[in-house]
């Protein structure tokens, strides 16, 4: 028995991926820890209309940064997964497309945009005097591309201790500064402290892809892959599940937001976001580490070990998921009452957007081997459902439940999602 148990001890020692999942869990702690110690604060500082505000813009940045990044950072992630070993060449050609890409457009984003900045400001925000903040905004777009591009390549050496600790590290600076910047500019000074905490992680990013190139030994020029495959075969399905999911819960807080309750209510389901979001990292974080293993599974035609893998991360998500839930909702009032008593009347939305993510993580696991696997149209095919589901219930609830509407139809689509994923699944061997 004890032999037995410690040669568990030494695989698990010894594994790869489980190192680089406990670098993950560790990042992801850390990241969560700090981002409900910062919400919380700009909420505080803020004040629960101004934090409605920046949900919504918040929520607008991440959506058009998902949408214009053509997801060229997921792809860096699977293809020099797939070749770093196999096909230097490749995965060094993938490199200098990405990059290329991720330069481009941000520069062409960022410089269209801005002359239209007061327009945005009154139609999203129904204010001409946000044009500031609009153009930090379009900036944060403009560096979540470049970031983002250097992120995915970085996972794809799976060099995730040096990503964990880069993360940490701005992470923590944000954290400290924050507050300051929040009382002293307000939603602007937050927006751009994000900018200047997102420049160095681009910074840090690219020096650790420049050297696990040389520790690798890539060439300096690449070959081998046309740009129009990635792009139709992997970033045009990737773009469009952004786009179906994106869409759908963007426009449910634009929605909210030009209701009678305005910000307010977009505050509170923005705090269920956030929380949500805890969850949905963690989920994320496993599959920032999972969809590189199944690409190589993929790549070695191992179609047995991407099925256990999966067995695996349904079960560890689901039961982590769980526990979360039961203990935040438990402690729901408390946690509610440190962002401003004006939340703590949004409990029950707190609590349905919570849970949502239960479903909404199972069926994550089923999209991470589909990724991995490159069967990116299949992985849109499934998120159908749920777009379907999501953007007539925001339709019909909002305008008369508000923020309960929003939570409510979220619980819904996540539901049909995730029972739609596991069926589909059954009946298609997507790991052959």
Not at 114 to 124: G, T
Request: net charge positive; aromatic share 12%.
């Amino acid at each position: 028995m004890f032999i037995h148990i410690k040669q568990i001890l030494y695989r698990v020692r010894n594994s790869i991926f489980i190192q680089n999942v406990g670098w993950v869990a560790g990042l992801s702690s850390v990241e969560r820890i700090a981002a409900f110690l910062q919400t919380i604060l700009i909420a505080r500082a803020l004040g629960i209309t101004e934090y409605g505000v920046y949900g919504l813009l918040f929520g607008t940045i991440g959506f058009t940064a998902s949408v214009t990044g053509l997801q060229m950072g997921l792809t860096a992630t699977v293809f020099v997964a797939r070749y770093k070993e196999s096909n230097k060449a490749k995965a060094r050609l993938v490199i200098q497309y990405v990059n290329r890409f991720s330069l481009i457009v941000s520069a062409v984003f960022f410089f269209v945009t801005l002359p239209f900045s007061k327009i945005i400001s009154v139609w999203l925000l129904s204010s001409d005097q946000r044009v500031l903040a609009i153009v930090a905004g379009c900036a944060l777009v403009s560096g979540s591309l470049l970031s983002g591009a250097q992120q995915g390549v970085a996972q794809g050496f799976e060099d995730f201790k040096a990503i964990a600790l880069i993360r940490i590290i701005t992470s923590v600076f944000t954290l400290l500064a924050i507050y300051p910047s929040a009382m002293v500019f307000g939603l602007e000074g937050v927006l751009i402290l994000l900018l200047g905490s997102l420049f160095l992680q681009y910074l840090f990013l690219t020096f650790v892809v420049h050297k696990n190139q040389l520790e690798l030994e890539f060439p300096k020029q690449g070959s081998g892959v046309k740009f129009g495959d990635l792009v139709m075969d992997f970033s045009v399905p990737s773009l469009l599940v952004n786009l179906l999911v994106g869409l759908a819960a963007w426009y449910g807080l634009f929605l909210l937001s030009k209701q009678g309750s305005g910000f307010d209510e977009v505050a509170i389901v923005n705090t269920g976001i956030q929380w949500r979001g805890s969850l949905l990292l963690v989920s994320s974080a496993l599959g920032s580490v999972a969809i590189p293993a199944f690409s190589k599974m993929k790549g070695a035609g191992n179609a047995i070990a991407a099925n256990k893998l999966i067995n695996r991360l349904l079960w560890s998500n689901g039961v982590a998921a769980l526990g979360v839930v039961i203990v935040v909702t438990l402690l729901a009032d408390q946690i509610l009452g440190f962002y401003g008593q004006g939340f703590v009347k949004g409990k029950a939305v707190f609590i349905i957007l919570l849970a949502a993510t239960i479903p909404q993580i199972m069926g994550n696991v089923y999209m991470q081997n589909l990724v991995g696997a490159g069967k990116m149209w299949l992985q849109l095919c499934l998120y159908i459902p749920f777009f379907m589901c999501s953007l007539p219930g925001f339709i019909f609830l909002i305008p008369k439940y508000s923020g309960m509407g929003y939570a409510v139809t979220m619980m819904l689509s996540t539901f049909v999602f995730a029972l739609f994923a596991a069926g589909v699944f059954r009946k298609v061997k997507v790991t052959q």
